[in-house]
Structure formats: C-alpha cells, structure tokens
C-alpha cells in the first residue's frame, strides 16, 4: 500500500537493495558538509549518502568511525575498543569508550555525549546531532600543523626560500619581570 512516504522508496532504474533517499536540500547541504568535514579532518570517509540515512546509519555502529573522530579530533587514543564487535554490547562499548574522551572537552554540548546505546544503534538524529555538536566545538577542517599538500608545501617552500623565514632566528631574551 502506498502510504504517501517518499523515503526509502526504489529510485526508477536502480540496482535491487539500493534505495535513494529524497531528502530536502538542508540535508543534502548539512550531509555534505559533515562528510567532507570528516574527511578532512580525520580521515573518516563516510559517505553523504550514509548520513543521509533515514533511521540508520550503520557505518557508526561498530565505533570504528567514531573511534577515528575522537582520536583525530582530540588528539588523544581511545583505549580498549572491540575490533570486530558482535554483539550489541560490545558495539555499546565502542561507543562509550569514544563518547568518555569526548565528555573531557569543556566547550562541547552534553546533549549526545551519553548516547551511547543510540549510538550504536545507529540512529541518525543521535549521530547527525554528535557530528554537529563535534564540528562546532572543534571548528571547520584545516591542516594540521606541521603537514601541508606537496602542492602547498612546494609553492611555500619557494616562497621562504627567498624570505627571512627560512633563516634561523636569534633567540630573544626576555625582559626581567
């Protein structure tokens, strides 16, 4: 029966099993933003058509994806995850292990950060809600200091070698008091 819900319907000439979301722009918008965000800044490759999950997000069920976020983003490891859990309890603990690192950081919003039974569900308002929780406390991608693209890193390279930059600096003294 049709029930008037055009989510999850079978886009006309797909593949059995894949089913397209129709989604309003904002999503589509906010979907691609977190997954380029990811991308950039830890290295997680989650899809915007994951994110754009009705229900379920199922890449952040185990806590693999999670685990990589918090580590990336807070610069410090997430200890004694499952690699491969099983049951629901263990991908339960995933979860919680990510979400305690996360809880140290002052200026990120409670809301998501004991959820982590949802998250292991893969409910989509729970995770879409942690990401964007993370991506306003931790700000917009950028290079991490230190590494550059062998594009950027080339054209500044040539750049100082003609500047005061690439000269070492006397150190200065500090003025007493």
């Given at each position: 029966g049709a029930s008037g819900r055009q989510a999850g319907r079978q886009a006309p000439g797909a593949r059995r099993g894949l089913y397209v979301s129709f989604k309003g722009t904002e999503e589509v918008a906010l979907a691609r933003s977190l997954s380029a965000w990811m991308r950039a800044r830890a290295g997680v490759e989650i899809s915007e058509h994951a994110l754009l999950a009705d229900e379920t997000i199922t890449e952040f069920q185990d806590g693999s994806a999670l685990k990589q976020l918090t580590e990336a983003l807070s610069r410090e490891d997430v200890h004694g995850i499952t690699a491969n859990p099983r049951s629901f309890a263990a991908r339960r603990h995933n979860a919680e292990q990510s979400l305690r690192v996360l809880r140290k950081r002052p200026n990120l919003a409670l809301d998501h950060l004991y959820a982590a039974d949802a998250l292991a569900r893969g409910e989509a308002v729970v995770v879409l809600g942690l990401l964007q929780d993370l991506?306003?406390?931790?700000?917009?991608?950028?290079?991490?200091?230190?590494?550059?693209?062998?594009?950027i890193a080339v054209g500044l390279a040539s750049a100082r070698a003609g500047s005061h930059l690439s000269q070492p600096q006397p150190a200065r003294a500090r003025p007493p008091g």
């Open positions: 991506k306003r406390a931790f700000g917009p991608a950028h290079v991490p200091v230190g590494t550059r693209a062998p594009a």
